[in-house]
């Protein structure tokens, strides 16, 4: 087992119990106490958990997700490369999708001339960045707000976008690797996420490198729901070949 993998693992155990054991983990996961460690310590610097004497705990939720003011500074250029890229992807008449993710406002920045086009979203930035835009259809999910990624979730945003079938879905996630797919750290968000995939045609996952092998313990979506992959830095050769056995189009954004 990859560590990658066993480090998901060990989130979902965390996620299930609040609390897991050294002992424990090396004894479930064949490995070395040792292992273990250096696996709670990986972790904790990501801020998924935090290490007590003979273990670890799950902290709170604020304190492993990054407000959004944190985010929207985090690879600025990164993002705003992928959201022009994304960008090339809407055409005239299209029906879309825009999720909550800081990836998605950079691409709502990219389509403020457009015309003739619907976007839906959950998330209050986007709302705001596209409100003075006339020739632009917007759909608010309405929901319950998330104050700290400023997004609606919950089931009357789910029910909102079983209203609608769109055209293309731009969504992100807190993490990114081909064998675990797409991960988040937040059930709501991940569940709004799972909705967005189900109502559109096409799946465009906007993935700058900040998320590669970052860790959530949830799973959104694996990579047979996907479509096309942007991102702003060449994936790892052995990515590449899973991905493309997929068929998922992968676009560098430049």
């Known amino acids: ?31 070395t106490e040792e292992t273990i460690r250096r696996d709670l310590k990986v972790l904790e610097q ?10 670890a705990v799950l902290p709170d939720e604020t304190a492993s997700e990054p407000s959004l003011e944190v985010r929207q500074i985090i690879n600025i250029s990164g993002k705003d490369a992928i ?11 299209d029906t879309i999708i825009l999720d909550a993710s800081t990836s998605s406002l950079y691409v709502a920045k990219n ?3 457009r015309k003739g086009i619907t976007v839906i ?21 309405g929901g319950i707000l998330r104050h700290r990624s400023m997004s609606f979730v919950g089931r009357a945003a789910e029910t909102t976008l079983d209203c609608y079938y769109v055209n293309k879905a731009f969504i ?23 909705k967005m995939i189900e109502r559109s045609q096409q799946v465009i996952f906007l993935c700058d490198h900040t998320k590669f092998d970052k860790v959530g313990y949830l799973t959104t979506t694996s ?32």
């Open 83 to 93: 959201g022009k890229e994304a960008a090339k992807k809407i055409v005239n008449g």
């Open 172 to 194: 992100s996630s807190k993490g990114f690797s081909p064998n675990q797919g797409l991960r988040d750290s937040n059930e709501s968000e991940s569940d709004i996420r799972k």
């Open 121 to 141: 979203t959950n998330a209050q930035k986007v709302i705001l960045e596209l409100s003075d835009c006339p020739e632009i259809a917007l759909i608010s999910t």
């Open 46 to 55: 990501k801020g998924l958990l935090l290490r007590t004497h003979g273990g």
């Open 223 to 254: 990579l047979d729901s996907i479509d096309t992959i942007i991102t702003d830095v060449a994936f790892p050769d052995q990515w590449l070949e899973k991905i493309a056995l997929s068929g998922i189009e992968v676009i560098i954004a430049s």
């Open 1 to 31: 087992m990859f560590g990658i993998e066993r480090r998901s693992l060990i989130l979902n155990q965390l996620n299930e119990k609040k609390s897991i054991l050294v002992q424990d983990s090396a004894v479930l996961f064949a490995v």
């Open 111 to 113: 389509i403020r001339d």
